[in-house]
């Protein structure tokens, strides 16, 4: 009876996901991603129920660590970026927040700009669920006031990072979020998960050859560099070429949050001090790598 009030909202909720896609056919300036008033409570109350759904019976996601973030803290997440545009932790990550903190609580996402190029109907939905563009600018803004946010450093390189790298914190080397922790005095809470770049099997990049063949005439499609071009294997499609949406499969997530990294130095100096940044950098990736390795040693 449980399970099928559960589906009964999930329903419900998707329904009303349905109608917000609708709605918003054409272009809202207000929700471009360059401000944080696009953020919509309301919104988020209508889809939690299907984001539940998926967490208790599609993803069946056990989790852990959030004990380490005090209701009063702002704090700066950091993720692997996992499953394709699915992201399926993301989501998941998301509802165990407004399960704690309610969503009233702000908590902001820093997403790709080309997202509102690529997809403006599923971009401005996102932006009243959270997400604002991936710039320094609106990084600022958000901790400015006060509220959390959420980086994935790796972004569309890590999110189609090769199966066989599905247990590496892939970064590249990006060390912009590291600036901005440092920059504003907050500390660094690293998000990690296991499962959930398991519902596709991604077996290489062909970036570099598209790439050329771009560079040759060939125009990217919707006029956006996808930076990445992965061949997968996936639902619907079986095996898939491109950043192609996909259905997950049902794979059980286990996610954690870690204890916050603080660091010795803050302030603008220390924003401005290479090393120092790379030492920072490092010690994020050493830990992330590391809580990781025990998570998956862990669920296996």
Same mark, same amino acid.
């Given at each position: 009876?449980?399970?099928?009030?559960?589906?009964?909202?999930?329903?419900?909720?998707?329904?009303?996901?349905?109608?917000?896609?609708?709605?918003?056919?054409?272009?809202?300036?207000?929700?471009?991603?360059?401000?944080?008033?696009?953020?919509?409570?309301?919104?988020?109350?209508?889809?939690?129920?299907?984001?539940?759904?998926?967490?208790?019976?599609?993803?069946?996601?056990?989790?852990?660590?959030?004990?380490?973030?005090?209701?009063?803290?702002?704090?700066?997440?950091?993720?692997?970026?996992?499953?394709?545009?699915?992201?399926?932790?993301?989501? +998941?990550?998301?509802?165990?927040?407004?399960?704690?903190?309610?969503?009233?609580?702000?908590?902001?996402?820093?997403?790709?700009?080309?997202?509102?190029?690529?997809?403006?109907?599923?971009?401005?939905?996102?932006?009243? +669920?959270?997400?604002?563009?991936?710039?320094?600018?609106?990084?600022?803004?958000?901790?400015?006031?006060?509220?959390?946010?959420?980086?994935?450093?790796?972004?569309?390189?890590?999110?189609?990072?090769?199966?066989?790298?599905?247990?590496?914190?892939?970064?590249?080397?990006?060390?912009?979020?590291?600036?901005?922790?440092?920059?504003?005095?907050?500390?660094?809470?690293? +998000?990690?998960?296991?499962?959930?770049?398991?519902?596709?099997?991604?077996?290489?990049?062909?970036?570099?050859?598209?790439?050329?063949?771009?560079?040759?005439?060939?125009?990217?499609?919707?006029?956006?560099?996808?930076?990445?071009?992965?061949?997968?294997?996936?639902?619907?499609?079986?095996?898939?070429?491109?950043?192609?949406?996909?259905?997950?499969?049902?794979?059980?997530?286990?996610?954690?949050?870690?204890?916050?990294?603080?660091?010795?130095?803050?302030?603008?100096?220390?924003?401005?001090?290479?090393?120092?940044?790379?030492?920072?950098?490092?010690?994020?990736?050493?830990?992330?790598?590391?809580?990781?390795?025990?998570?998956?040693?862990?669920?296996?």
């Amino acid at each position: 009876m449980e399970n099928l009030l559960s589906l009964s909202n999930a329903l419900r909720a998707l329904g009303s996901l349905s109608q917000q896609l609708w709605q918003q056919t054409h272009p809202n300036p207000h929700l471009n991603g360059w401000s944080l008033q696009g953020r919509d409570p309301e919104v988020l109350r209508q889809i939690l129920p299907l984001i539940g759904w998926a967490y208790h019976h599609y993803y069946r996601v056990s989790t852990d660590g959030w004990e380490h973030i005090p209701a009063d803290q702002t704090v700066m997440f950091v993720g692997s970026h996992n499953g394709g545009l699915a992201a399926p932790d993301m989501h +998941m990550m998301l509802y165990d927040w407004c399960c704690r903190f309610g969503t009233e609580k702000p908590l902001y996402g820093l997403m790709h700009p080309s997202a509102w190029q690529a997809s403006p109907v599923g971009a401005q939905l996102a932006t009243q +669920m959270g997400a604002v563009r991936a710039h320094p600018r609106m990084g600022l803004a958000a901790l400015s006031q006060k509220a959390s946010i959420v980086v994935y450093p790796g972004g569309a390189q890590d999110v189609f990072r090769p199966y066989a790298l599905r247990h590496k914190i892939c970064f590249y080397n990006r060390k912009g979020f590291i600036k901005l922790a440092l920059k504003k005095g907050v500390p660094i809470v690293p +998000m990690i998960s296991a499962g959930a770049h398991s519902n596709l099997i991604v077996l290489g990049d062909l970036y570099p050859q598209v790439q050329q063949l771009h560079q040759w005439g060939m125009p990217w499609p919707m006029g956006v560099d996808p930076e990445v071009f992965p061949v997968y294997l996936g639902l619907p499609w079986g095996i898939a070429v491109g950043p192609l949406p996909h259905i997950p499969l049902p794979i059980k997530i286990h996610t954690r949050i870690c204890k916050p990294i603080e660091f010795q130095r803050y302030g603008a100096d220390a924003s401005k001090d290479k090393r120092y940044v790379e030492e920072c950098y490092q010690q994020v990736i050493t830990c992330m790598q590391a809580e990781l390795d025990a998570l998956v040693k862990s669920t296996s």
